[in-house]
């Protein structure tokens, strides 16, 4: 018997145990049937599971199981990234408590500290892992995802390892890999590049201040220059200004003497000087800065650089800054500048200063020696890729994004300042010859047969970005460069699900890396979700108090809820403003379900072995019956159009509206009725349907459907289920039309009662004006389900007009009658809905005009702006609704 309470806590271990033990969720590279492939986006091995992981690994879930159920060889492949410097930070802390710190240049222990070397500090990690980075993979299970857990893969795991050496060294040998000196994002603190993603834009107030920089040969004449970072003039050499800007058409060509140094630099003309910006003359620091580096490139200027890995002046600066750090700098420069009277004014001024997201300091465009790839010559194949459909984009507009950084991607910087990650497979001659080979004994043997004599070698000490290895990971995870059957038959992978965020650093390198070595995409479809954002729309920080931990709503509401909750508001191209009452709400959801059950258990509805739905002979079982096929069908719709939020929204509609609201009650004067047989049918035409909602909502509540099928009698656990199959015979159009009528005509009297405030105990007539034969013939079959189901004292028809005082509305070609004069006040009712339509018109009104308002917008925050426009679009909905109300009483 089914308890009285659903208890999800147990319910979720013990299904979750059983799934995984009977290999429910293996694929099967021997299979015959056509595989499906979803590749996971790997969390980092530090990490937990937080709201945009639910989210994305739901949906991945969902999918997984659908097409598990549909028959296909599904394989849903898992692993987690090393994420270096993450993983790094995390082993580094947890030593320094101990008192000891990595052995490298700049560290200095002193009596209370010890050092680690290279070798045991990877030894730590490695130990690390193996005792606390199983977190995030232990939390995946509590959300129910159902991956192929023992084809686990870890990016520093022995195969993913040799795959990246590989790659490194075809590109290498290809040309397409190469080492430069270049600007990077450099972390002071962290002593090593860090990527794009990696840095933080964050507002700071700070200053801008005017610096005069004297004409060379021109006594009294300065071109005044703005900047927020005064320590960089000491590398500046040049003045960019606009071309087309008659302030300094006559300067162009001559030099200035940059103050404090001495250097004579050149004033150069470059379209990046903005003449409405500033002063409109822009000092030019190559070395430090990404745009200048640019100009410094078109106009041959020499980058100096002035910084050293700690952010402290070089000797390349005069000596009274030399190794100061830089905000020290910034200060004396700024009080020498004034002393010598070039500094024009200094303004306050708010701006975004970039800053590492681990470090947590301001980084610094720094010139130093990386290693680079090709990027423009790899994005090729997969902007062609995806211009010619082998690769689709759902929602399409992020083709635009993907088309708009690849066809303007710079050079990448994939080598790292740091100890955990894969070790850079290059060596060095001490002349500086470099020999890039996938192991150290062929380093040795190719420059032994390039010196002619054994050299020493020194192994290049950085490390790979961790994109770079995770470019890889559609392919490496299933053997490669081992030609295994696993990578013949999974890729490319089906669909990636991911945010938008990573499409260029992780989505696009996955596909020019797949390209280049699979000679194919390395998956036909992206599915971009949006963002989780609090209730309000803002954007969860813990800076903010907003973070929803995925985990305490799962304890509290249950798995199901939580993963039906994400669904229903996965709406493409929309952010999801998730409130704990939605979860709430969806947990009643299943509340609803459980108790469906057992009202169906206590009614005898049990499965019945060998029936057939499509030979029921009661108009109500036959029209239920259909129901099902039909939401089958537009189930399969929303699936194909990765429509998440519909698919949630056709099976809500369907379980509580349809059969919880309608159907069962609907039946109830059957089962309770004198006739055996019309019982009996009815009894296993609930027991089915009941039966075939379980299997339709299993991809998206796993748990309470597999809990009530066994509970049920159902049989075959719903993990390895077939999806179901109906056909044409399982609809028949009339029972849908005669149904779906007497639904219409009982949503639309109640909803007169509830828009005139008929008391709910109040029992009015129905009149019914204009019936033709086939609406009188369905008034008589179904007369006592309405009067019940409306709350109706009898129900007549009509020749002439419906009295006065009745409030009416259309059902097909009859018009409708609720005599309400003498049970509602018309006049005070008539009152009250003048006075809402006001208060909601003048709601309206100042909504609107505050969105109206271009300073509101400008200052606004985004989320606020949104928050009026649905504040806006509910009020027009609910004055609608009042107004309609409003002229039924006034036709009354």
């Not at 991945?60 to 930070?89: C, E, F, K, N, S």
């Not at 200027?301 to 000797?315: Q, T, Y």
């Not at 020493?456 to 081992?482: I, M, N, Y």
């Amino acid at each position: 018997m089914i308890e009285k309470t659903y208890r999800p806590a147990e319910v979720e271990a013990k299904h979750y145990r059983r799934w995984e033990e009977s290999g429910a969720f293996a694929a099967d590279p021997n299979s015959s049937r056509q595989p499906y492939t979803i590749m996971i986006p790997p969390p980092n091995v530090t990490g937990s599971l937080h709201m945009g992981h639910a989210l994305t690994f739901t949906i991945q879930d969902v999918l997984i199981r659908y097409h598990r159920m549909r028959g296909r060889d599904a394989l849903w492949q898992p692993g987690t990234d090393h994420a270096g410097i993450a993983t790094q930070m995390v082993v580094e802390r947890q030593l320094a408590e101990k008192g000891i710190v990595l052995d490298r240049p700049g560290v200095v222990a002193d009596g209370n500290t010890k050092t680690v070397d290279r070798a045991a500090f990877i030894e730590k990690v490695w130990e690390w892992k193996a005792e606390s980075g199983g977190t995030i993979t232990r939390q995946l299970r509590r959300l129910g995802a159902s991956l192929d857990w023992p084809r686990e893969r870890f990016t520093m795991d022995e195969g993913l390892s040799a795959a990246v050496r590989k790659v490194f060294v075809e590109l290498h040998r290809q040309g397409l890999i190469y080492r430069d000196k270049r600007l990077v994002n450099w972390d002071p603190k962290l002593h090593t590049a860090i990527s794009d993603l990696e840095v933080e834009q964050r507002e700071v107030k700070g200053h801008l201040w005017h610096f005069r920089y004297p004409v060379e040969g021109m006594d009294d004449t300065f071109v005044t220059v703005a900047t927020t970072r005064p320590e960089t003039m000491l590398g500046d050499t040049g003045v960019a200004v606009h071309p087309d800007d008659p302030r300094f058409r006559d300067l162009v060509g001559r030099n200035v003497v940059l103050p404090l140094v001495g250097r004579a630099i050149p004033i150069v003309a470059d379209e990046y000087a903005d003449p409405e910006t500033g002063t409109g003359a822009v000092k030019i620091t190559p070395a430090h800065d990404f745009n200048d580096f640019e100009v410094g490139r078109r106009h041959q200027l020499p980058a100096i650089n002035i910084f050293d890995a700690d952010a402290r002046l070089l000797d390349t600066v005069p000596e009274p800054y030399r190794g100061l750090d830089r905000y020290e700098a910034r200060k004396r420069i700024v009080a020498d500048m004034e002393a010598l009277g070039l500094v024009e004014k200094i303004e306050p001024h708010t701006h975004v200063v970039p800053h590492g997201d681990r470090g947590g300091v301001a980084i610094e465009p720094w010139l130093t020696d990386q290693w680079y790839v090709d990027a423009a010559t790899l994005a090729k194949p997969a902007i062609a890729a995806v211009e010619s459909g082998q690769t689709v984009f759902v929602p399409r507009q992020w083709e635009n994004t993907f088309f708009e950084w690849m066809r303007n991607i710079q050079p990448w910087c994939v080598s790292r300042q740091l100890w955990w990650g894969h070790q850079v497979p290059a060596w060095y001659a001490p002349d500086g010859t470099i020999f890039v080979e996938e192991t150290e004994a062929e380093a040795v043997a190719a420059a032994r047969r390039h010196f002619g004599s054994d050299v020493e070698l020194t192994r290049d000490p950085d490390v790979l970005d961790t994109w770079f290895s995770s470019a890889l990971w559609p392919f490496s995870t299933l053997g490669w460069p081992e030609q295994t059957p696993e990578l013949a038959r999974y890729y490319p992978g089906d669909v990636l699900v991911t945010g938008f965020d990573i499409i260029f650093f992780w989505v696009a390198r996955m596909m020019m890396m797949g390209h280049h070595f699979m000679g194919d995409v390395p998956f036909r479809t992206v599915y971009i979700h949006a963002l989780v954002r609090d209730a309000r729309g803002q954007k969860m920080s813990k800076s903010k108090g907003n973070v929803i931990d995925p985990l305490d709503l799962i304890d509290r509401f249950g798995c199901d809820a939580l993963r039906f909750t994400l669904a229903a508001l996965a709406a493409p191209g929309r952010d999801i403003k998730l409130a704990e009452s939605r979860v709430e709400g969806y947990r009643n959801f299943a509340t609803k379900l459980w108790n469906a059950a057992r009202y169906a258990e206590m009614n005898g509805c049990v499965r019945v072995e060998g029936f057939d739905p499509e030979a029921a002979k009661l108009r109500v079982n036959r029209w239920i019956v259909g129901e099902v096929a039909r939401t089958a069908e537009r189930l399969e719709q929303e699936y194909a159009a990765y429509r998440f939020n519909d698919v949630a929204n056709v099976l809500y509609q369907f379980v509580w509206g349809t059969f919880c609201d309608w159907y069962l009650e609907f039946t109830k004067p059957i089962l309770a009725g004198s006739d055996a047989a019309a019982a009996a049918e009815t009894r296993a035409t609930t027991a089915w349907v009941l039966d075939q909602i379980l299997l339709l909502l299993h991809p998206v509540m796993p748990y309470i459907t597999e809990e009530l099928r066994e509970q049920l009698g159902g049989g075959v656990a719903l993990i390895t289920s077939p999806w179901p199959v109906y056909g044409e015979a399982h609809r028949d159009a009339e029972a849908a039309a005669e149904m779906d009528w007497v639904v219409r005509l009982v949503s639309e009297v109640r909803t007169i009662r509830a828009e005139m405030n008929v008391p709910v105990a109040a029992e009015v007539s129905l009149l019914v004006k204009g019936a033709g034969p086939e609406t009188e013939a369905r008034l008589a079959t179904h007369a006592d389900i309405i009067r019940r189901l409306a709350r109706l004292a009898a129900i007549e028809t009509l020749a002439g007009d419906p009295p006065a005082g009745a409030a009416q509305a259309v059902v097909d070609e009859a018009t409708i009658a609720l005599p309400l004069a003498g049970i509602i006040d018309l006049a005070k009712e008539r009152a009250r809905l003048a006075r809402e339509v006001g208060k909601l018109g003048d709601e309206i009104g100042k909504i609107e005009k505050k969105l109206g308002s271009p300073d509101f917008l400008a200052k606004a925050p985004e989320e606020i702006v949104e928050e009026q426009r649905e504040r806006a679009q509910a009020a027009q909905e609910a004055k609608a609704k009042l107004e309609a109300a409003l002229a039924r009483i006034a036709a009354a």
